[in-house]
C-alpha cells in the first residue's frame, strides 16, 4: 500500500489550503500514490480555539466541499481520506472524515465518536458525537480504520476497527502545544501522543498513520495566545516500527510504502487476539468499576 501522507500549516485562507493541497495531492500521486491522507479539519484553520457561533459557517459548504474533494480524487485516481466541518442538520454538526474511491464515489464515512473539551479545544461547542460507529471502510486499497485526533487515545476505538477487519489505522490530527509549557511538559505530552499510538499498532498487529498539522494558529478571541501544531506526522507498521516520521516545523508531503501483509506475519508470532479473554471482559463498557 504505497500512502501519501500530506502535513501542513494553515496558510490564511480556505481557497489558499485548497491550492496547496490540490498541488501535494497531485505530486504524491505522481510519485506512485495509491491512498492519501489529509490532517484533520485541514480546509482551513483550527476554528475550535474558541467559541464563536460565527464558526458554524464554516460548516455550510460542506456539500460543496464533499463534492470538490470528489472531484479531486477521481482527477487524480487516488483513494483520499478527508476530514469535514458537517452541518447535518440544523444546529447538528459533525467532525467528519469523507473517504473516496479512486473514481470519486463515497467509499465510507466516519463521525468523529470522542469528543474532547479542553483550554484551546473547545470541540464540544462545535460537534455533535458520531453515531456510526467503529466500521471500517472497504476501498480498493484495503480496509481503512479511519478515526479522528482524539479518538487516538482510546484503545478501544483501535480495537474496535481491529476486530471488524481493518488492514490499517488512520488518525487525522490536529494536536499542539501552548508556547508557555515548558520544554520538559512539551516533551511528555509529545512522546506520550506518539506512544499510545504506536501501542494500538502493536497490541493490533496493524499499521497506524498519524497526520498532524504544524504552525502557530492564534485565538482571535485573545482568551490564549494560541496553539502551536506539533506535526510529527508518522507511519508505524504491524510492530510500531516507524516507517515515517515528520519534523515539527516543515510542510510535508511524503510518499510510504506499508507491507499491509506483515500484519499477519506478527500476528502468528504475537496472537493477541487469539489470546484475549473475552469471557472477562463483560465490564469494559462500564464507566467505572467500584
Same mark, same amino acid.
Given at each position: ?44 484553520? &483550527? ?18 466541499? *464533499? ?26 454538526? /459533525? ?18 465518536? /470522542?469528543? +474532547? ?8 461547542? &462545535?460537534?455533535? +458525537? ?24 482510546? +484503545? ?50 496493524? +499499521? ?14 485573545? *482568551? ?10 508518522? *507511519? ?44 472477562? &471482559? ?9
Amino acid at each position: 500500500m504505497k500512502i501519501g501522507v500530506v502535513q501542513q500549516k494553515y496558510h490564511g485562507s480556505k481557497i489558499l489550503m485548497l491550492e496547496a493541497t490540490v498541488t501535494a495531492i497531485k505530486a504524491l500521486k505522481a510519485e506512485g500514490a495509491e491512498l492519501v491522507v489529509l490532517q484533520e479539519l485541514h480546509q482551513d484553520r &483550527y476554528f475550535c480555539v474558541n467559541e464563536n457561533v460565527e464558526n458554524f459557517m464554516l460548516a455550510e459548504s460542506y456539500e460543496e466541499d *464533499v463534492a470538490f474533494w470528489a472531484k479531486v480524487a477521481k482527477e487524480s485516481s487516488v483513494v483520499l481520506v478527508v476530514s469535514l466541518f458537517e452541518k447535518r442538520a440544523v444546529g447538528l454538526y /459533525h467532525n467528519s472524515a469523507i473517504v473516496f474511491e479512486k473514481d470519486g464515489s463515497i467509499a465510507g464515512k466516519y463521525r468523529k465518536m /470522542h469528543i +474532547p473539551d479542553d483550554p484551546g479545544f473547545y470541540e464540544k461547542f &462545535y460537534f455533535t +458525537p458520531g453515531d456510526l460507529g467503529f466500521e471500517p471502510i472497504e476501498t480498493s486499497v484495503g480496509k481503512l480504520g479511519v478515526l479522528i485526533c482524539w479518538d487516538q487515545w482510546f +484503545p478501544e476505538a483501535a480495537r474496535l476497527m481491529t476486530l471488524k477487519g481493518a488492514d490499517i489505522l488512520i488518525y487525522p490530527t490536529a494536536i499542539g502545544w501552548f508556547d508557555e509549557d515548558c520544554e520538559a511538559e512539551k516533551a511528555r505530552q509529545l512522546d506520550a501522543w506518539m506512544t499510545v499510538q504506536r501501542g494500538h499498532a502493536i497490541a493490533n498487529g496493524v +499499521p497506524v498513520v498519524a497526520i498532524n498539522r504544524i504552525g502557530k494558529e492564534l485565538d482571535d478571541a485573545k *482568551v490564549i495566545d494560541g496553539i502551536r501544531f506539533w506535526g510529527n506526522s508518522f *507511519v508505524v507498521d504491524a510492530q510500531g516500527a516507524y516507517l515515517y516520521r515528520g519534523s515539527k516545523d516543515k510542510e510535508e508531503a511524503v510518499l510510504v510504502d506499508i507491507d499491509t501483509s506483515k500484519s499477519e506475519e506478527i500476528r502468528r508470532i504475537w496472537p493477541f487476539l487469539r489470546d484475549r479473554r473475552i469471557d472477562a &471482559y463483560e465490564k469494559i463498557t462500564y464507566r467505572f468499576i467500584d
